[in-house]
């Protein structure tokens, strides 16, 4: 050792008296302090950037086999389907929109639905509106086709496994509505399609009759109970509205079971509608052939006046023919597809026939708010309203004024 070195050797601390156990634990914490750090921001650059809501979608469950029963009798199975509690539905669904379709292709839909109305629900109208929310629920819904018809007969050349029984079970051989049953149906079809809504069964996609017991019950959620029938929906995302599509746009395909009851789907006197859709202009064809609000081509000068013409012929053998003329008084607070589907109930099974509908409290002088006109034999069919009281998306649907207005009643008196 030199002089050099000395005095810095004899400075410096022996080491175990600087390397403490306090100075040791707190040099421990740092690090594990620093690790810490350096995992917190790794972490947050792995983290996706934030987004809006999103809907997570799972595969659906299987569709329900109407065929596939629990061996219960009927009064069993009352009181089993009794026991589980309804929890009523929280929302209803959207009015319902065909997408734009030719006329031929909407007529199919309106007779696919009108037979479901029937054939599940009998002539109960109320029935009927509960199963027809269900069918429209289920167009809309992507575990279900696109389509009204290919909603109502699925499955149906099985005979097991159609989700419609009377499709598959040989009922519509066996029976059939008579003609004011199958007006009233109809109308209640007519109606749905231009956006009428039950409430009562909120987005239901499945039902049963309450004396029955499916195996698939047990995994849905009870709705309501709407006559002999018990509503569900599917739990969770699936039985949500966030799934539904906007629209039906699917093709309505040609159903040859319908063919005895429907012109639409091929029977006897089809008519020019079903003949040739193009050859009528699109205010003539018949109402619940034709989405009220269903936003045409732009309608050309004239094109109103038009129509009506095509609508009420006023010389021929036509003119001289007896017109049943039905007075209805109309709420105006009330949805204006509902005025169609009392007409066509008014008019039943008559050949000619005018629902001339007068609007609660209007002004004296006012005119009628609501204007239809059918005639079965020339194939004429149209629906008006007064778009100053009752606005409508589609122009062509507004009444005229005027000598057009006194004309048109003229003809049809």
Not at 48 to 70: K, N, T
Not at 147 to 164: A, H, L, N, P, Y
Not at 242 to 262: D, F, H, K, M, Q
Not at 385 to 412: H, I, S, T, Y
């Amino acid at each position: 050792m030199n002089a050099y070195t000395a005095p810095l050797a004899a400075a410096a601390p022996p080491l175990q008296l600087w390397w403490t156990p306090t100075r040791a634990l707190a040099l421990r914490l740092a690090v594990a302090l620093a690790f810490l750090a350096g995992l917190g921001t790794a972490l947050s650059l792995l983290a996706p950037p934030p987004a809006g809501p999103q809907v997570r979608l799972a595969f659906p469950p299987p569709l329900p086999d109407p065929a596939a029963l629990l061996p219960y009798l009927p009064e069993t199975a009352r009181a089993a389907n009794a026991a589980v509690p309804i929890i009523p539905p929280t929302a209803s669904a959207a009015p319902f929109r065909l997408a734009a379709q030719d006329t031929g292709a909407e007529a199919r839909a309106l007779d696919c639905l009108a037979a479901a109305a029937w054939y599940e629900a009998g002539d109960d109208p109320s029935g009927m509106r509960a199963v027809v929310q269900v069918v429209l629920n289920r167009v809309r819904h992507p575990a279900f086709p696109a389509s009204v018809c290919g909603v109502v007969f699925q499955g149906s050349e099985r005979v097991t496994g159609c989700q419609f029984s009377f499709t598959c079970d040989g009922s519509m051989a066996a029976r059939r509505p008579g003609a004011a049953a199958w007006a009233r149906s109809r109308a209640v079809a007519a109606a749905a399609l231009v956006g009428a809504v039950d409430p009562r069964v909120g987005l239901a996609t499945h039902y049963h009759a309450d004396y029955v017991v499916p195996v698939w019950r047990s995994g849905l959620v009870k709705l309501a109970q709407v006559g002999l029938h018990l509503f569900y929906r599917w739990p969770g995302t699936w039985g949500s509205a966030a799934v539904l599509r906007e629209s039906a746009g699917g093709e309505e395909p040609r159903i040859g079971l319908l063919a005895g009851l429907s012109a639409a789907h091929g029977g006897a006197g089809a008519g020019p509608v079903d003949a040739d859709p193009a050859a009528l202009p699109r205010g003539a064809a018949p109402l619940a052939y034709l989405p009220l609000d269903d936003v045409e081509d732009p309608v050309r000068p004239g094109a109103r006046l038009n129509t009506i013409a095509a609508a009420a012929p006023a010389s021929g053998p036509d003119a001289a023919r007896p017109t049943s003329r039905i007075v209805l008084m109309l709420d105006p607070a009330a949805f204006p597809g509902t005025y169609a589907m009392r007409a066509l109930a008014a008019c039943a099974e008559r050949d000619r026939c005018a629902v001339i509908g007068e609007l609660l409290g209007a002004a004296p002088g006012q005119g009628p708010g609501f204007v239809y006109v059918r005639d079965r034999r020339s194939g004429a069919e149209g629906a008006w309203w007064d778009c100053a009281a009752l606005p409508r998306a589609n122009p062509a649907r507004c009444l005229p004024q005027g000598a057009a207005l006194a004309r048109l009643l003229a003809e049809w008196r």
